[in-house]
């Protein structure tokens, strides 16, 4: 079946530090969402990127659709305390059906 | 205000009982979706409407049932048949043909007593 791995699983870094988290797929997808989510909230939506190559910024926030269209990459520059969360990936379901499937997230955790 | 709203927040239930979880939307959006969520993992699709009175199964869809008489509201019931029903319920919205983008609730914590 469909399967988007998501990594780190976590990450603990000093503020002002950059962070990288990456997703793959395990089939070519035409959409790739970044959400985040904060505790006890629902996740909140990032980044949209829909076509293979772009490249997307929201703020402190990049975005990359990978060219393979298997994989997308987040990137948060000079993180601050409020960045802490988990941060999901997701693409749309295989099979026709018209969801999203989500990556296992990546918590990441801020030292100030 | 436009946005989504499930209630309760926190829920507690009798093992066998049957529960029920509201969400409501005025975003006009045509499609509705509940995912589950437990601690540490990713979210799980239970079961989706793209339009009033129909409905899809999602990955784990067995101890759910769901209705959509309304285009605003798409209630989740967590029924005794559901083993392991302790989990933080996500409710979500969105267009048709709007690029798959969905947009969440503020979720509900169901806790078995």
């Known amino acids: 079946g469909q399967q988007l791995n998501q990594s780190p699983q976590s990450m603990f870094i000093q503020e002002g530090e950059d962070v990288s988290m990456n997703c793959t797929s395990s089939?070519?997808?035409?959409?790739w969402l970044w959400y985040k989510q904060d505790p006890g909230e629902g996740p909140v939506l990032l980044i949209a990127?829909?076509?293979?190559?772009e490249l997307t910024s929201n703020g402190r926030l990049t975005a990359q659709f990978g060219i393979t269209r298997k994989d997308s990459f987040l990137n948060i520059s000079a993180s601050i305390p409020s960045d802490v969360g988990i941060y999901f990936c997701?693409?749309?379901?295989?099979?026709?059906?018209?969801?999203?499937?989500f990556g296992s997230g990546t918590r990441l955790q801020v030292q100030p | 205000d436009g946005g989504i709203t499930q209630s309760p927040k926190y829920l507690f239930r009798k093992e066998g009982q049957n529960v029920t979880l509201s969400c409501e939307q005025n975003?006009?959006?045509?499609?509705m979706y509940w995912y589950r969520q437990d601690p540490g993992q990713g979210l799980r699709l239970i079961y989706y409407?793209?339009?009033?009175?129909?409905?899809q199964k999602g990955d784990i869809a067995e101890g759910y049932s769901v209705s959509r008489e309304k285009k605003e509201s798409f209630p989740l019931t967590v029924t005794s048949a559901q083993k392991n029903p302790t989990a933080f319920y996500l409710c979500?919205?969105?267009?048709?043909?709007?690029?798959?983008?969905?947009?969440f609730g503020e979720g509900s914590w169901l806790t078995v007593v």
């Open positions: 979500a919205s969105s267009l048709l043909g709007s690029g798959n983008t969905i947009y």
């Open positions: 089939s070519i997808f035409n959409t």
């Open positions: 990127l829909y076509k293979a190559g």
């Open positions: 997701a693409g749309p379901m295989d099979t026709g059906r018209r969801a999203l499937t």
């Open positions: 975003l006009n959006h045509d499609a």
């Open positions: 409407s793209q339009i009033v009175n129909d409905f």
